[in-house]
């Protein structure tokens, strides 16, 4: 591996079935994802499961909040564990952590902390979908946690093509390493 393992976790950011679902080359990302999974169970780095989920009618969504107020009538008509769960191509393992979070971070609302410092995580390595949203909110708040970070610029999607690429070429590399997954793993 191109980066130190020790004191390291994959994080796999929602890649809910649903999630996965809305994106037109999905395949292509969750081989990504798939191979990034297998390279981290391999070098014993913990692989840790990030989904963004809601109660019933999604009542933790505020009328203020204009980007989750926009999919709360989809929440209506589907239960939450039909919406939180991973896609199969890259589901975990059942010794594996999946942490609910609330809002965009994997922050936001969720224990990750806890379960970081329970296994004296100082590096993440992080995947998801999308890149203007997951990735982009949690490189920013673990940025200011002083986590040392690595993005797996193809193994992360966004609708927006441009914005992805954006993203991972002129934002990431201020606050992460910027690295496919064939380098991470090399």
Same mark, same amino acid.
């Given at each position: 591996?191109? #980066? #130190? %393992?020790?004191?390291?976790?994959?994080?796999?950011?929602?890649?809910?079935?649903?999630? =996965?679902?809305?994106?037109?080359?999905?395949?292509?990302?969750?081989?990504?994802?798939?191979?990034? !999974?297998?390279?981290? /169970?391999?070098?014993?780095? @913990?692989?840790?499961? +990030?989904?963004?989920?809601?109660?019933?009618?999604?009542?933790? *969504?505020?009328?203020? #909040? %204009?980007?989750?107020?926009?999919? %709360?009538?989809?929440?209506?008509?589907?239960?939450?564990?039909?919406?939180?769960?991973?896609?199969?191509? =890259?589901? @975990?393992?059942?010794?594996?952590?999946? +942490?609910?979070?609330? &809002?965009?971070?994997?922050?936001?609302?969720?224990? $990750?902390?806890?379960? $970081?410092?329970?296994?004296? *995580?100082?590096?993440? =390595?992080?995947?998801? !979908?999308?890149?203007?949203? +997951?990735?982009?909110?949690?490189? /920013?708040?673990?940025?200011?946690?002083?986590? &040392?970070?690595? =993005?797996?610029?193809?193994?992360?999607?966004? &609708?927006?093509?441009?914005?992805?690429?954006? $993203? #991972?070429?002129? +934002?990431?590399? &201020?606050?992460?390493?910027? $690295?496919?997954?064939?380098?991470?793993?090399?």
């Amino acid at each position: 591996m191109s #980066n #130190n %393992k020790d004191n390291t976790a994959l994080l796999v950011m929602d890649m809910q079935a649903p999630i =996965v679902g809305m994106l037109p080359e999905s395949a292509a990302i969750t081989a990504k994802v798939a191979q990034a !999974i297998a390279s981290a /169970r391999q070098n014993n780095i @913990p692989v840790i499961y +990030v989904v963004v989920g809601f109660r019933q009618g999604a009542p933790e *969504i505020s009328a203020n #909040n %204009k980007g989750f107020m926009t999919s %709360k009538p989809m929440f209506a008509n589907i239960s939450p564990a039909d919406f939180t769960a991973i896609h199969p191509t =890259v589901a @975990p393992l059942e010794n594996e952590c999946v +942490v609910i979070k609330r &809002r965009v971070s994997a922050f936001s609302g969720s224990d $990750l902390e806890v379960i $970081l410092r329970a296994f004296n *995580i100082q590096h993440l =390595v992080l995947t998801g !979908i999308a890149t203007s949203g +997951v990735v982009l909110s949690t490189v /920013r708040e673990a940025s200011d946690k002083d986590y &040392r970070l690595t =993005v797996l610029s193809d193994a992360c999607a966004d &609708r927006d093509e441009e914005v992805h690429r954006v $993203l #991972n070429e002129k +934002v990431f590399p &201020r606050q992460a390493d910027v $690295l496919t997954v064939a380098q991470w793993t090399a």
